[in-house]
């Protein structure tokens, strides 16, 4: 069975960091599209970043946000810096089995985390 666990949400202040960690078990996360997208209360889920041999990023989180990958722990990472408020919401990683360009809507992708909070304070 494939398994998405997100983990290392919580609560900071505006400004801070966090790195939010995706561990993949069930396939290889290196040959597979790997998103992140967070949803913030009463708002559509929406495309954070995403990463198949190179990454991608939603303009919100260009220059503050970084995804990567650690082959050894088949785990994807989503480091977040100089958090804002509007940032706050659930985030979750999914993979998508057909290989392409990272969709940057969340149709059609075939796996996914219970999500983690995030919640940046002012």
């Known amino acids: 069975q494939v398994l998405l666990v997100e983990s290392g949400g919580g609560l900071v202040q505006a400004g801070g960091s966090l790195r939010l960690s995706c561990a993949v078990s069930?396939?290889?996360?290196?040959?597979?599209?790997v998103a992140w997208f967070r949803q913030a209360p009463g708002k559509e889920r929406e495309f954070a970043a995403a990463?198949?041999?190179?990454?991608y990023y939603a303009n919100s989180g260009k220059g503050r946000f970084t995804v990567s990958l650690d082959n050894a722990r088949n785990t994807v990472y989503l480091q977040m810096d100089s958090l804002r408020p509007d940032d706050t919401g659930v985030y979750y990683c999914?993979?998508?089995?057909?290989?392409?360009?990272?969709?940057?809507?969340?149709?059609?992708?075939?796996?996914w985390g219970q999500g983690t909070q995030v919640t940046v304070s002012s």
């Open positions: 999914a993979v998508d089995l057909a290989r392409g360009l990272p969709k940057r809507t969340p149709v059609g992708y075939n796996y």
């Open positions: 069930g396939l290889t996360a290196s040959t597979y599209v």
């Open positions: 990463i198949f041999g190179t990454t």
